[in-house]
């Protein structure tokens, strides 16, 4: 995820960009950073020009659950350790390898605060919020706003369980997803010019829609901290920026929110975000996608190949003339 404006600290069109050009970019970038530039611009997110590759993956209990054979993702599961070294995770730093700092992400106790027009404002704690709704596996297609996608097996159970637990009253139209802030273990939250803490935001419709998904596992195993552990939303519909990860809160509200990158980027990054390959990013095509793990580019498919399902959510939108550029952006 890149900002338009272009300032010191900005890594521009990194994902978006053929490989070969972007090690090309970053080795520039590592130059300045010994000169004494970026470093300075932004101390903490430049961290991960530094890190160590030494650092081991935590090892994660497994989670098994029975797979739902509605959705075939219709292509080869990425490899995992493919999958869970490639990441964004904004709040440890804006590097791909961000797996590595983010294994100091805490995930025991896990809480989850429901709160908003709802019937009662609880809170819960992982562990019994899967008991209530139990657990299943879906293979979802993952596709990034910067043009790479990935097929991955999440372990989670339909988004629509939790709304129902949260009882919505009439007056809630949308939900915010707000994601963990911890100073002590994420060094990118200093990194001041984003507006913490993350956030995104589904319509209740959407929410409902029985796609719509919060994984706690992956590869038959509890989510990786970088992977967003530990509970994160699956979206498969939307880019991915819409799939906030470790969620602490859960909030009903009437009003359409203003998420993160919307506030950071509004003319690039919008609330609905559907995937759409002929509207592209006002900086680079959204035709194709690499396959990570992969060398292939792959034609990029409406919705992500999810029109069936997710398709009449928009249709009255579509209908009534709403530019492309708001639904698919
Ligand atoms: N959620 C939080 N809290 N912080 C982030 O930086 N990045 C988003 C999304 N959710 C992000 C986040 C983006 S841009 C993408 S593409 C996906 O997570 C990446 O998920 P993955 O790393 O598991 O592939």
Redesign the pocket.
């Known amino acids: ?1 890149f900002v338009k404006r272009k300032r010191g600290w900005e890594i521009a069109e990194a994902g978006a960009t053929p490989e070969r050009l972007f090690f090309a970019r970053r080795a520039l970038i590592g130059g300045a950073v010994a000169a004494g530039g970026i470093a300075a611009a932004r101390p903490a997110a430049a961290g991960w020009l530094f890190a160590s590759p030494k650092v081991a993956m935590r090892k994660l209990a497994p989670m098994p659950a029975p797979l739902d054979k509605r959705y075939q993702p219709g292509r080869a599961l990425t490899p995992e350790q493919a ?1 869970t070294t490639y ?5 440890f730093n804006d590097s791909k390898d961000v797996w590595q700092q983010a294994q100091r992400l805490p995930v025991t106790p896990w809480n989850i605060v429901v709160d908003g027009l709802v019937a009662k404002p609880f809170t819960i704690g992982l562990e019994d919020l899967i008991k209530r709704v139990g657990l299943e596996e879906r293979l979802y297609r ?1 596709r ?3 043009a790479w996608a ?1 097929t991955v097996p999440w372990t989670g159970f339909a988004l629509a369980r939790l709304v129902a637990l949260a009882q919505p009253t009439a007056a809630a139209k949308y939900i915010v997803f707000t ?1 963990l802030e911890d100073r002590k273990v994420m060094p990118g939250l200093s990194a001041g010019f984003y507006p913490w803490p ?1 956030t995104e935001g589904l319509t209740l419709a959407e929410a409902t829609n029985d796609l719509a998904f919060l994984a706690v596992g992956m590869y038959g195993h509890v989510l990786p901290p ?3 552990a530990a509970i ?1 939303l699956a979206v498969p519909w939307k ?3 819409k ?4 969620i602490v809160r859960v909030t009903f509200t009437d009003r359409q929110p203003k998420t993160f990158w919307q506030q950071l980027q509004s003319s690039e990054y919008g609330f609905w975000a559907n995937v759409n390959p002929a509207v592209p990013h006002p900086r680079w095509s959204q035709a194709r996608e690499r396959l990570i793990g992969t060398t292939e580019m792959v034609p990029t498919q409406i919705y992500n190949g999810y029109g069936e399902f997710v398709a009449p959510l928009y249709a009255d939108m579509i209908k009534q003339g709403v530019r492309p550029t708001v639904l698919y952006r």
């Open positions: 995820m999958a990441n964004n995770f904004y709040e993952h990034c706003v910067e990935m994601s993350y970088q992977d967003g994160r880019y991915g920026f799939s906030a990860k470790s």
